[in-house]
């Protein structure tokens, strides 16, 4: 089979691309590995930005659609000392232009907002290789093959399209996330809900942090962050969810009780996730036919950027597409002079703030470069 656009992946970088190219009139189809939409959690809570993530779904048509699924008040955040002591307590007033919205809901919008078909699952990548010309050919696990005049990798961390760019791999930052949820927190967990508040809470210390989010309703998500190599990890026995998280909790042995129960009453089992990288400033020379976006292009570890990046991305690659209809390079060296400067500059400034959130003057230089910000900006947004 041929087809003109073939974009890997249907998380939210390919998928705003796929849906500002059908704005424009262009089709697209979308491989993604995942049998069906609903073939995993799609994660937590995200905050879109006024300057990156809204845009890109201003571009996409559905700005009013984005902001039916607005989670009122969860921009508040809440910073707490390791003895629980408030060191600031920012409610959500509404003016912070970094709305909160489940992810999952996010990419079921975008997938309700495509055609019938546009998204194929089940497609997971094998192989790809380049035919000459600016076409490439594409091969799935499960059998089959498709031919394309022009292939976007928006397939992730470790990415299948990368390859035919960049010998660049992701590589581990030195800390890892250790993820669980409390559900139903207000008839379960009505401690933790008002320890939290809500919106956004952080007890952060040099190496290491609990930060914990309110979503939807009462469900509280708790992001253990740790500086330890892998190894360390591999002798924790995530097997034994009690015993990992008790294990995990010996990590902030002190602290109080009501931060710490934020890691051993969780209701569902810890999930390690370790946190990688792609070098900052990753780019590559133009190859026919072929480019990247988000996670594929420029992975970076969590810091608030990365979906708003990848929609960014997708948003910016498909109004380029459509405006140079007969000319794909161009629109792909256009593309890929502004996605490169951008992209770094995020990295490094995400880099900044984990050595300010988790350095050896934690959470003291957060502090700091906090109250530098909201003087110099006069805005009273929390950089977490």
Known sequence: ????????????????????????????TVYEAEPSPTARSQGGMLDIHDYNGQPAL????????????????????????????????????????????????????????????????????????????????????????????????????????????????????????????????????????????????????????????RESGSTLHTYVMLAKPQDWFAGVDFTDAAAAAARIAQEFDGWAPELTALITDGDTAPVLRPLNRLPIGHRWDRAPGVTLLGDAAHLSPPDGEGANLAMYDGAELGKALAAHPDDVEAALAEYEKAMFPRSAEV?????????????????HGLFAAFAGHQQASGQGNSPA
């Open 347 to 363: 990295a490094t400034e995400g880099a900044e703030l984990y050595r300010l959130m988790y350095g050896d003057d934690s959470p």
């Open 58 to 213: 201003q571009a996409a048509g559905l700005i009013d659609e984005f902001r039916g699924l607005v989670l009122e008040g969860r921009e508040a955040t809440r910073f707490l000392d390791r003895d629980g002591t408030v060191l600031l307590d920012q409610p959500d007033d509404g003016t912070g232009g970094r709305p909160e919205v489940q992810r999952g809901e996010l990419r079921q919008m975008l997938l309700d907002s495509l055609p019938a078909g546009a998204v194929r699952w089940g497609h997971k990548v094998s192989g790809v290789r380049a035919l000459g010309e600016g076409r490439h050919e594409v091969t799935f696990a499960e059998g089959g093959t498709v031919v394309t005049s022009l292939l976007i990798g928006a397939d992730g961390a470790w990415s299948k399209v990368r390859p035919l760019l960049s010998a660049a791999t992701p590589e581990y930052t030195g800390i890892s996330s250790v993820e669980t949820y409390l559900l139903d927190g207000d008839t379960r967990h009505p401690a933790a809900v008002k320890t939290v508040g809500d919106g956004s809470l952080l007890a952060l210390a040099p190496g290491k942090g609990i930060v914990c989010h």
């Open 1 to 28: 089979m041929t087809t003109d656009v073939t974009i890997i992946g249907a998380g939210l970088g390919g998928l705003t691309l796929a849906r500002v190219l059908h704005v424009h009139g262009i089709p697209a």
